[in-house]
């Protein structure tokens, strides 16, 4: 069987402080210093509230890796799949200059240009490198990040700081060799394969030595972990209580992807995923000692557009080839844009305020009730602007009698949108109802009669009343109405055994 | 003699900069060595560098023509404990 490593997962983080994105937990931000809090405010990757409105892109220069990972499929060309690690054209630095700047032309929202693969940046340094510094030349205004295993860390620290690479994401699964051994078979080390739990203690070394070294040198570490059932997920807690110890300012915990026909050791041997509340206990058991983030849509390594917006097939380089782009006029261009969305935001904030008051009254002046999952199409600006058959995943909020919290996105066509030919027999709307479990409301701009009908019928009901409202006051809406008529209640035991089944 | 990769390599990339005779080549489908220039990193290297880094079982044979990386050397689990080790995983 072949195994292989794709690599790093990709980027994305949290620390953009808007109500939703803290929610009961704004405490956890406040120890960010307002330098912290300026240099995530416009990535998507690292801020819940800026996902919503600003784009990232992934160019794919990086093939090479030097270790392998059990999640890891290391032929990563396939065009229907999306996740970390998988491409469908490998660039020239060169060519991921011209597709940068033809992108960055051509969506104003985009901010942030990361390089995560489809192997490790570090193990590819001359390519990464000469990436980011033409590009730190061409458009000094799009912020560059780098996504690694770890590996090789310390040898770049001074090479990553000396570009002004201020956003590095590193992926730890473990920081226990016995656990290492179970993830990851080899890494090649020193011009040799070392194999097994010694394999393992040398990353783990490294990963730990890295992090220290950049949190010295002020740079944002976020940490992606893989939560694999039976192998890390009892582990978590304590691999995010020792990286916040070491620096690090965010942890993503993602769920484990493995599906036979990646081709990855896990998908081919078995070993499952988590569900999504396995996933979301541990985001919050993790989220006493550290920074959690929730909304990463664990994208592809040459992704384009906004999280969970796939238009790279635009920006293919036979395309690129052919247009012609004006840099000085498109770089201004995205300062006016950038200018008008935080402006935006601000009147948002704003807005979403008082709609949180009126929710916590609630709370005074009526009974207890319970915290309600809701689900939210939206395409992007933080507002409810989505058709419910046009959205390829759904924002997931808890609405409590205290605050509007996001929890997290449930992808609709998980990870793969080959379409019929690809053997699902399941329906695309069965689909969707199988992953808004636990939901008990949508929020879209329309929906159709058959979806709706289906969706009240598994106990989640659609509401098209709150299009292009912004999502926090929306939500808040939707709970005080369910307060109001009774359903927020705290259910009885048999209620929840039937609303279970 | 020299290291030959066969059509299973994946192009992941990994060997090619890591050859100290500068053998190895992108060709049509995959990456070649050239027998001409291969050493077996003789003189560089303890273990063939190529073969070091490769992902992917089977992708690099040694000089008799034989599978460098047999299977079960690279995930770690030996062909004969495959559906020991598969009941275990599936477990978890």
């Not at chain 2, 190895?24 to 050239?34: G, K, P, Q």
């Not at chain 2, 073969?51 to 995930?75: F, K, M, Q, W």
């Amino acid at each position: 069987m072949a195994l292989q490593l794709i690599g790093q997962a990709t980027d994305d983080g949290a620390a953009g402080c808007t109500v939703s994105g803290c929610g009961g937990s704004s405490a956890q931000l406040s120890h960010l210093s307002a330098q912290i809090r300026e240099k995530v405010h416009n990535h998507p990757c690292y801020s819940e509230d800026a996902h919503h409105h600003y784009a990232r892109m992934h160019v794919a220069v990086a093939p090479a890796c030097n270790i392998q990972c059990h999640y890891c499929n290391r032929k990563y060309d396939c065009a229907n799949e999306s996740r970390p690690g998988v491409v469908s054209e490998l660039l020239t630095p060169d060519q991921a200059v011209r597709k940068v700047l033809a992108v960055a032309a051509a969506i104003p929202q985009m901010s942030v240009l990361g390089i995560a693969g489809p192997g490790d940046p570090l193990a590819n340094p001359e390519r990464t490198f000469e990436t980011f510094r033409r590009l730190s030349e061409k458009a000094p205004d799009i912020k560059l990040c780098v996504s690694t295993n770890g590996l090789t860390l310390p040898d770049h620290v001074e090479a990553l700081c000396r570009l002004n690479i201020d956003h590095v994401t590193i992926t730890i699964n473990c920081v226990d060799a016995d656990i290492g051994a179970m993830i990851y078979p080899w890494v090649f080390w020193n011009n040799r394969r070392v194999k097994g739990r010694k394999g393992a203690a040398i990353l783990i070394e490294q990963q730990q030595r890295g992090l220290a070294m950049l949190s010295a040198r002020g740079v944002l570490v976020k940490v992606n972990s893989v939560m694999i059932p039976g192998v890390n997920d009892q582990h978590l807690e304590e691999v995010s209580r020792v990286v916040k110890a070491k620096g690090a300012f965010l942890h993503n915990v993602m769920p484990l992807i493995a599906e036979a026909e990646h081709g990855t050791f896990y998908g081919v041997m078995g070993q499952r995923g988590p569900t999504h509340t396995e996933l979301q206990r541990l985001q919050d058991r993790c989220a006493g000692d550290m920074n959690m983030m929730r909304h990463c849509r664990q994208c592809r390594a040459d992704a384009v557009g906004m999280l969970g917006e796939e238009r790279g097939d635009e920006f293919c380089m036979e395309k690129v080839e052919q247009m012609e782009i004006d840099y000085t006029a498109a770089m201004q261009q995205r300062a006016e844009y950038h200018a008008a969305i935080e402006a935006n935001r601000e009147a948002q904030k704003h807005h979403s305020g008082e709609r949180f008051v009126a929710v916590s009254a609630i709370k005074r002046s009526q009974r207890e009730t319970r915290p309600v999952l809701m689900a939210v199409a939206s395409s992007g600006g933080g507002v409810i602007n989505q058709h419910f058959g046009h959205a390829r995943a759904f924002l997931v909020y808890e609405a409590s009698p205290t605050d509007v919290r996001f929890i997290g996105h449930r992808k609709v066509d998980l990870y793969c949108s080959g379409g019929e030919h690809c053997g699902d027999a399941e329906s695309t709307l069965a689909r969707i109802i199988r992953a808004l479990d636990g939901c008990e409301a949508v929020l879209c701009s329309r929906i159709g009669y058959e979806p709706w009908e289906q969706l009240e019928a598994a106990g989640i009901q659609p509401n098209g009343e709150h299009a292009m409202e912004p999502i926090e006051s929306a939500v808040a809406a939707v709970y005080d109405e369910m307060v109001k008529n009774g359903l927020a209640e705290h259910r009885t035991p048999s209620e929840r055994l039937r609303i279970g089944a | 003699m020299s290291y030959q990769i066969i059509e299973s390599c994946v192009t992941c990339h990994a060997c090619e900069p890591l050859c100290p005779a500068r053998a190895i080549y992108r060709a049509d489908r995959h990456f070649s060595i050239d027998a001409n220039k291969c050493t077996g990193c003789d003189g560089d290297y303890a273990d063939p560098q190529c073969v070091s880094i490769c992902p992917i079982e089977g992708a690099i044979l040694d000089p008799s023509g034989v599978a460098a990386n047999p299977p079960g050397s690279l995930t770690g689990i030996a062909p004969e404990r495959l559906p020991a080790a598969m009941a275990e995983i599936q477990a978890r």
